[in-house]
């Protein structure tokens, strides 16, 4: 990129970069401790790996979708607020990176199963395909581009990636992906983000940055309600998960469980 662009543009991607590190480090966090389960599980109970990998995947698709979808829609009132009116054409590259990170997040589970299962040789080899892919759409997309190229190679590559890794641990493990439940997550976050983009269009800066989060919180978690994107089992998985939360907000996040599965 700094090669075929402008140091503006280079500087555009890195706030994009960085932007799509801070979003993505709550389901990197997630993938650690699911990753460490995967790998106890294999000893005690090899037989229901598969399962928890399609649940890790449900739960992922539940935080990526959102923060994704969300962090698209108000790209402009985030960047405008944190860096200045002048880094405005830092706006769609963030907006696409963010959506072309979708991917990257779902395939860890994936991902995760096949090292557990000692099968890196392929992770290895398709990753060399991506890398690849990469750099022959970097060296097509940039001079013409700049970083909107950079993002779009970039994001097609690890579309790339996780659609082989996912294709290849489905068939290799037999696993039967959630895709009624993905597609109606998916369907509930594009209802948020589209709620959230229009009010990022319609309120100055400051009001539609501290707006849009909350505003778009709450009607995703109307709208998983209403779509029933959940399963009952899910209702003490996340109960479990009570004591992360900061002991002053435990009875509100119970009381929202309990309505989410009401």
């Known amino acids: 990129l700094q090669r075929y662009s402008t140091f503006a543009q280079v500087g555009f991607y890195g706030i994009a970069f960085s932007l799509s590190g801070v979003l993505m480090s709550l389901p990197n966090s997630f993938a650690s401790a699911c990753g460490a389960t995967l790998m106890v599980q294999r000893g005690r109970d090899p037989e229901s790996m598969n399962g928890m990998v399609v649940t890790w995947l449900r739960f992922a698709a539940l935080l990526v979708f959102p923060l ?153 978690a109307t709208l998983l309600r209403t779509f029933r994107s959940f399963r009952p089992e899910d209702q003490p998985r996340l109960m479990r998960l009570e004591t992360q939360v900061p002991l002053a907000l435990r009875p509100f996040y119970a009381r929202s469980v309990q309505w989410l599965f009401a």
């Open 68 to 220: 994704t979808l969300g962090m698209a829609a108000l790209s402009g009132p985030a960047i405008r607020l944190i860096y200045g009116v002048k880094f405005s054409p830092a706006i769609p590259v963030i907006a696409l990176m963010s959506v072309l990170n979708i991917p990257r997040a779902l395939m860890v589970p994936a991902q995760q199963l096949l090292v557990v299962l000692e099968k890196q040789g392929f992770i290895v080899r398709w990753m060399m395909v991506s890398a690849t892919v990469t750099v022959v759409l970097d060296r097509l997309l940039i001079p013409r581009y700049a970083s909107m190229g950079a993002t779009w190679g970039n994001g097609i590559a690890q579309c790339v990636a996780a659609a082989g890794i996912w294709v290849y641990a489905a068939h290799g493990e037999r696993l039967r992906l959630p895709w009624s439940a993905l597609v109606r997550m998916a369907i509930c976050a594009l209802a948020m983000a589209t709620v959230c983009y229009w009010l990022s269009r319609r309120l100055p800066t400051v009001p539609a940055a501290l707006i849009g989060v909350p505003v778009g919180a709450v009607l995703y």
